[in-house]
């Protein structure tokens, strides 16, 4: 049975840093993507950014580069999301998901995933 359980959310002020994690577990696949992707209320799904396990793909939506920072530790089977530098704009349930790939993981996907987890809520205030 596949799971993906995220946890790290909470509230800041702007400016602050959390770090989300997503645990994974049962997923079937050799090497997949995984995903970070939000939805604030009354918005559409946002893709945030990818990540092949493994290595060799890494990408991030403009709206996030160069203060939010995608991993994920093989060992650990878990995904992780820094963010710094966080906006009002930010505010959004955070969600992680996994699709089977071995190649370049678009952060733009939000839609078509094999799996994803409940998500968790971030909140910063201005």
């Known amino acids: 049975q596949v799971q993906l359980v995220e946890s790290g959310g909470g509230s800041v002020q702007a400016g602050g840093s959390l770090r989300l994690s997503c645990a994974a577990s049962?997923?079937?696949?050799?090497?997949?993507?995984m995903y970070w992707f939000r939805q604030a209320p009354g918005k559409e799904r946002e893709g945030v950014a990818a990540i092949l396990t493994g290595g060799g793909s890494i990408a991030y939506a403009d709206s996030v580069k160069g203060r939010f920072t995608i991993s994920h530790d093989n060992a650990k089977n878990t995904l992780y999301l820094q963010m710094n530098s966080l906006k009002p704009e930010d505010t959004a349930m955070y969600y992680c998901?996994?699709?089977?790939?071995?190649?370049?993981?678009?952060?733009?996907?939000?839609?078509?995933?094999?799996?994803w987890g409940q998500g968790t809520q971030v909140t910063v205030s201005s």
């Open positions: 998901a996994a699709r089977q790939g071995n190649g370049y993981c678009s952060p733009l996907r939000v839609q078509g995933f094999d799996y």
């Open positions: 049962g997923i079937p696949y050799r090497t997949f993507c």
